[in-house]
């Protein structure tokens, strides 16, 4: 059975970019290499309320490659994959090509 998360109000479902392990030659890369914290929005909610009750939108959609902080979030598991929950406002920039 599939599941579906939408994130509450302001919370954003984001699928961690994983850098792969070798290039497209073979070469082993070494884990210790820098890489970027960088991940994939899956599904995002529909806002958080201001003061006055009106809807603040979420300043991301769904398919955005977004520029994650080293730490926070909270690790969520749907069948086999791994997922992270962050706020709108933990997250750091988008990325784009």
Not at 53 to 69: A, F, M, R, S
Request: aromatic share 4%; glycine share 10%; net charge positive.
């Amino acid at each position: 059975m599939a599941k579906r998360l939408i994130p509450s109000f302001n919370r954003i479902l984001v699928e961690k970019i994983i850098p792969p392990s070798k290039t497209n030659s073979g070469i082993l890369l070494p884990e210790k290499t820098p890489k970027l914290n960088s991940g994939k929005v899956v599904a995002v909610g529909p806002g958080a309320r201001d003061r006055d009750g009106k809807l603040i939108p979420v300043n991301l959609k769904e398919g955005d490659t977004v520029l994650l902080p080293e730490y926070g979030g909270t690790e969520v598991k749907l069948g086999e994959k791994e997922y992270h929950l962050y706020r709108d406002d933990d997250i750091l920039g988008t990325l784009h090509d």
